[in-house]
């Protein structure tokens, strides 16, 4: 099939999904609307209900409490800071720009390769549940993060980074210019490596905006903010789901959300960031940029936010993940047209 643009690849996918960039798409019908042609694997019928009307859903245990554990002993351990001494939280690196200041204000790990991170990604029910709602098998696994976010107090108060009046807000923002005619998909995702309380801040979200958005975007003004919504909370609450270590939190990138500041005395907020899009493996110089991060351990490129650990990189700690049959297909160093072939 013929793409309908120059510059947009279409997915190794039976249903028609379109993308120039592997992060944002083009499809028949939003996913809201999405009609399932495949059974659910993971979400019941209510769990796929909520996710359309609300714009998000949890998914109990996508990885063990234990698998999660580990993940988070291995966040602390990357970058040097022992759990039981607050002290080391605080120690603020040589920072190479603002940005840098910012990732670590927010409590960004750049990790991206390791194995535990890679048994996440290719576990098969974190990737079932992104099959329900892509309603598609051929997908690709984004290659992330971790966050471990300390109080924000210190040398990670947020206080630090200046205030904007519009744009991108980290306490609630959309990943997407939500003033397109045509809405772009996307679907991002979180997985938690310990239990979720209010005082830690995390993820917050405002579903009732997302199941009313339609109604409300058509009587905003001209010129609006594309990525901040700057509603009235009373009307449009944010809520902070419960997670518990190990549950996956899948979203819509038209659900309005961010990261409420970590208010506690001494407790963190950490998570795996996660998510699958559909494959687009015509799409070979992002193909190629993948294998390679993957096999070099080098820094990913699809994102200007990921700027790789100053201290010592990744590369020079431990080697490449092993990856199953399925996590190679994730990455992208097998075609799922093999794969399909295969299974026939």
Not at 103 to 130: C, M
């Amino acid at each position: 099939m013929q793409t309908p643009h120059p510059f947009l690849h279409r997915a190794a996918s039976t249903r028609p999904y379109f993308s120039a960039d592997g992060e944002t798409y083009l499809a028949p019908a939003p996913l809201r609307d999405l009609a399932k042609s495949r059974p659910l694997r993971v979400l019941s019928e209510a769990d796929f209900a909520f996710w359309q009307t609300y714009g998000y859903v949890v998914v109990r245990e996508a990885i063990t409490p234990g698998e999660a554990k580990q993940l988070l002993d291995f966040a602390w351990q990357f970058q040097g800071l022992d759990p039981d001494c607050p002290e080391t939280w605080y120690a603020e690196p040589e920072f190479r720009s603002e940005l840098d200041q910012h990732l670590f204000i927010y409590g960004f790990v750049e990790a991206y390769h390791h194995q535990l991170l890679w048994d996440s990604r290719q576990t098969q029910r974190v990737y079932d549940a992104f099959v329900d709602v892509w309603d598609c098998e051929e997908l690709w696994v984004t290659l992330d993060r971790l966050n471990l976010n300390p109080p924000n107090i210190r040398t990670r108060s947020r206080s630090l980074i200046a205030p904007t009046d519009d744009g991108f807000d980290i306490e609630l923002h959309w990943d997407v210019d939500t003033t397109l005619a045509v809405l772009p998909q996307r679907v991002q995702g979180i997985i938690a490596l310990g239990d979720t309380r209010p005082e830690l801040g995390g993820f917050q979200c405002a579903p009732e905006l997302f199941r009313r958005f339609e109604e409300w975007r058509v009587v905003q003004p001209p010129g609006r903010d594309p990525v901040r919504p700057g509603t009235d909370r009373a009307e449009f609450p944010v809520i902070r789901p419960d997670l518990q270590a190990g549950d996956l939190l899948i979203f819509n990138g038209l659900l309005a959300h961010g990261v409420a500041p970590n208010l506690s005395d001494n407790g963190v907020r950490a998570v795996q960031y996660l998510s699958m899009m559909p494959a687009l493996e015509e799409h070979t110089t992002l193909r190629d940029s993948r294998v390679d991060s993957w096999r070099t351990l080098a820094t990913p490129e699809w994102n200007a936010t990921l700027l790789g650990d100053a201290r010592e990189p990744e590369a020079d700690r431990y080697g490449p993940a092993t990856l199953t049959p399925l996590g190679r297909r994730l990455l992208g160093l097998d075609s799922w047209a093999a794969a399909t072939e295969e299974a026939q």
